[in-house]
T-cell receptor, first 113, second 112 residues
């Protein structure tokens, strides 16, 4: 079982619709969760961080965390063509002295105009 | 401007050569990381450092070496022992305990 799993996609969503990206993780001790956006040929850009169960909203982005189900998701409302990218989920145990992130392989999202 | 810089953007290496990739940050972050990304794959950790003059191996350290002589700098050397070095190399940094890592623009290494 991979430590962090994502559906590789591609996920195609019409412009203006809600894109839903999912991620599961295997380590129950995980404490911090991150979503990165990576455009083709570019480096990852942090777009959301979430640390406690529930929803966290930032503009058109909402991150959802359910530690009991070991599940984290990212919702993108009013999807725009500029949202077309690969989205990476990353997880951290957040023990001081163990600062490593474990990344999923990413979900490729395409917004269809 | 605060940020992370990597150089060069593109690098070509002949087989048997060692090459060094530069990573500099002016964010005053304690921790720095090197990742490798291959097409269609996630990021794999090569080395990381949480303090000057100390670093730890990541998941795929074989064939690579690093140094951390200054807080701002964390260069990566790809040695001739690395059998398949063609990849996109990413440097990141973070505040210790924060978890969030911020990435530089990357170096694309190609072995000829």
């Amino acid at each position: 079982q991979k430590e962090v799993e994502q559906n590789s996609g591609p996920l195609s969503v019409p412009e203006g619709a809600i894109a839903s990206l999912n991620c599961t993780y295997s380590d129950r001790g995980s404490q911090s969760f991150f979503w990165y956006r990576q455009y083709s040929g570019k480096s990852p850009e942090l777009i959301m961080s979430i640390y406690s169960n529930g929803d966290k909203e930032d503009g058109r982005f909402t991150a959802q965390l359910n530690k009991a189900s070991q599940y984290v998701s990212l919702l993108i409302r009013d999807s725009q063509p500029s949202d077309s990218a690969t989205y990476l989920c990353a997880v951290n145990r957040a023990n001081f002295g163990n600062e490593k992130l474990t990344f999923g392989t990413g979900t490729r999202l395409t917004i269809i105009p | 401007d605060g940020g992370i810089t990597q150089s060069p953007k593109y690098l070509f290496r002949k087989e048997g050569q060692n090459v060094t990739l530069s990573c500099e940050q002016n964010l005053n972050h304690d921790a720095m990381y090197w990742y490798r990304q291959d097409p269609g794959q996630g990021l794999r950790l090569i080395y990381y450092s949480q303090i000057v003059n100390d670093f730890q191996k990541g998941d795929i350290a074989e064939g690579y070496s690093v140094s951390r002589e200054k807080k701002e700098s964390f260069p990566l050397t790809v040695t001739s022992a690395q059998k398949n070095p063609t990849a996109f190399y990413l440097c990141a940094s973070s505040i210790l305990g924060a978890g969030e890592q911020f990435f530089g623009p990357g170096t694309r290494l190609t072995v000829l």
